[in-house]
């Protein structure tokens, strides 16, 4: 049996001829109904005319084209008109007469090419058809013959509104897909940045030190070993942000959150970095994004320690409030700058979008006497 659940998506898959094909087939039954018979489509005051066996040349013409209106409308345009053409030179005056306005509506909206040129040539083949029905005995004056240009004008027009409704449709979905894009490349390059740069520049830093601690052995090998460790955590991290950024893979969507604070400060101590860390109250069960949030802030901070203030003493402050988490990672400025690369500023830009986006305050303003302090005020409860 056929599933009904699936006749609209199994239409909407049909060419769009096939789409078509019954309202063009519904005009043609139309003619025949009697109850149609006296709803005439008529211009030029002609009498009526019997039908006779052009009559169904006409009709078809009137008719059948309407099926590639939306498909080829200037060719359903020019077959559409032939036979309203004849329809009132031969004085059928059919209801399926109607059908040009039909006709010109589709071409309005779906024509694509030599749109004026159409638009010209159907204005300058009315001329002659009022001429010629005026010779063959019309009664009808210059006014009505105006009156019935306006209202074929005025399809077209409807047309052409739907044409340029369904550009702008096109146009706005265009933006959004932009921004949506823009968006997520903005979101992947912030991640890469705040993942990569503190790992390399934790590793850049014990490389520096390592080249100065040739004559202790003992300090080098541990030393080179923190470097090793800080790469497998860095392909680790990796890895994972690939895994989240790969549609197919079944990610359990694991992100930092301050729970993992004391793993980063101790891998910035062993960076060669002095910082003490201290905590007030626990996180809210319903912190949400707020943690992810401020473990970045926290990351950030201690790698422009570890590139502008190296050595120099750093603290971090974490409050956990009900409502909010505070962060405040500040620098004594007594430090060296390291060997490692110069920052690009999208960090504490990307930290300042991460807060801004929940609600919060952020601030990354150098001290009186030297280094700088980060603060942070994230609003907690927001979903992750």
Not at 131 to 141: F, M, Q
Not at 205 to 210: G, K, L, N, R, T
Not at 280 to 307: I, M
């Amino acid at each position: 049996m056929i599933d009904l659940r699936r006749v609209p998506d199994l239409w909407r898959r049909c060419d769009v001829t096939v789409r078509d094909l019954p309202f063009a087939l519904l005009m043609v039954a139309l003619a025949f109904l009697p109850a149609f018979r006296d709803q005439q489509t008529q211009v030029g005051g002609l009498p009526t005319r019997p039908s006779d066996a052009l009559t169904f040349v006409v009709i078809a013409l009137e008719c059948l084209p309407l099926a590639a209106r939306r498909r080829w409308p200037a060719a359903c345009l020019s077959l559409v008109s032939l036979g309203f053409v004849l329809d009132q030179l031969r004085a059928y005056h059919t209801v399926t007469g109607a059908g040009l306005a039909f006709a010109l509506v589709s071409a309005g909206a779906h024509l694509e090419r030599h749109r004026r040129v159409t638009v010209v040539l159907l204005s300058a083949a009315y001329v002659p058809l009022a001429v010629a029905l005026s010779r063959l005995g019309g009664t009808e004056g210059p006014g009505e013959y105006m009156t019935f240009y306006l209202v074929l004008v005025f399809a077209w027009g409807v047309g052409s509104w739907l044409r340029a409704t369904r550009a702008a449709e096109a146009e706005r979905r265009r933006h959004v897909a932009e921004a949506t894009r823009a968006a997520e490349r903005t979101r992947i390059a912030r991640e890469l940045h705040d993942v990569v740069t503190h790992h390399v520049t934790a590793m850049v830093v014990q490389a520096e030190a390592a080249r100065y601690l040739t004559a202790a052995p003992d300090r080098l090998e541990a030393t080179l070993s923190a470097v090793a460790d800080t790469g497998r955590r860095a392909i680790t991290d990796l890895r994972h942000l690939l895994d989240l950024l790969n549609p197919d893979h079944d990610s359990d969507g694991r992100t930092p959150s301050v729970g993992e604070l004391h793993t980063l400060v101790e891998q910035t101590r062993s960076a060669g970095q002095p910082v003490e860390f201290t905590e007030e109250g626990s996180p809210a069960e319903s912190a949400g994004s707020a943690e992810f949030v401020a473990y970045r802030v926290v990351q950030e901070a201690l790698t422009n320690a570890l590139k502008y203030a190296h050595g120099s003493r750093t603290g971090v402050h974490v409050r956990y409030g009900e409502r909010e988490i505070t962060v405040q990672v500040s620098t004594d400025g007594s430090g060296s700058r390291t060997g490692s690369p110069g920052g690009s500023g999208r960090g504490l830009a990307g930290l300042r979008e991460r807060v801004d986006a929940l609600g919060g305050e952020f601030s990354a303003d150098p001290r009186a006497g030297g280094g700088f302090v980060v603060r942070a005020r994230i609003p907690a409860g927001s979903p992750s």
